[in-house]
């Protein structure tokens, strides 16, 4: 697509649900990555991958939050067990080229906005 | 670790005033530099960059020039417009992810 996708764009959960967040990123883009951002902050990053490939999840802040890209394009953040401090937006963001290349420029979606009462 | 240090706002201007947003990063290594601009409901979108020590990263008017000495990128631009009120984030490259401060929010009055 022309953009990186997200979806839902807002989800309100109830605590202990179990929530998945979708991502479409650019067609043909190599990297993906997924940020936190809470109210007023800035993003925060949780994980990337290279294709289909998890190169990095030091970001997921607990068991709870489990990301997967199984064929290298979509991707979906899922958190299990809901708590109040999860509400967030979750950004995702993708490149063309890996990390390591250097270009180093994301494209970001609009983000998916996750509350939990 | 890692990291960038923008100026608290929110920062008000009169539309055509001269606008500096300051940012200081740590980081190991020689990153890349970012602005990143995020307007209400809308995904971050990339301003501008610079990628080595005195480059000028430049776009719609804003400027930044990364220096070392200082470890700084200034945002900066000339005359803001009532279109430039949105959420600036300065970034650096880390280690498998970019590293973002925690964002300036700008407006601009006519």
């Known amino acids: 697509g022309a953009g990186v996708s997200q979806s839902p764009r807002y989800k309100v959960a109830k605590r202990g649900q179990d929530v998945a967040l979708r991502c479409d990123p650019i067609?043909?883009?190599?990297?993906l990555f997924w940020y936190q951002q809470a109210l007023g902050q800035g993003p925060e990053f949780l994980t990337y991958?290279?294709?289909?490939?998890?190169?990095?999840k030091s970001g997921l802040p607990s068991d709870r939050f489990f990301a997967e890209r199984p064929e290298g394009s979509v991707s979906t953040l899922k958190i299990q067990r809901t708590q109040q401090e999860d509400s967030a937006v979750y950004l995702c963001?993708?490149?063309?080229?890996?990390?390591?290349?250097?270009?180093?420029?994301?494209?970001f979606g609009a983000g998916s906005r996750l509350t939990v009462l | 670790g890692d990291s960038v240090t923008q100026m608290e706002g929110p920062v008000t201007l009169s539309e055509e005033a001269f606008l500096t947003i300051n940012c200081t990063y740590t980081a190991t290594g020689y990153p890349s530099l970012f602005w990143y601009v995020q307007y209400p409901g809308e995904g971050l979108q990339l301003l501008l960059k610079a990628t080595k020590a005195d480059d000028k990263g430049s776009n719609k008017g804003f400027e930044a020039t990364y220096r070392k000495e200082t470890t700084s990128f200034h945002l900066e631009k000339g005359s803001v417009q009532v279109s430039d009120s949105a959420v600036y984030f300065c970034a650096l490259s880390g280690y498998n992810k970019l590293i973002f401060g925690a964002g300036t929010r700008l407006a601009v009055h006519p």
């Open positions: 067609s043909g883009h190599v990297s």
């Open positions: 963001a993708s490149s063309l080229v890996p990390w390591s290349s250097g270009a180093n420029v994301l494209t």
């Open positions: 991958f290279q294709n289909e490939a998890q190169l990095d």
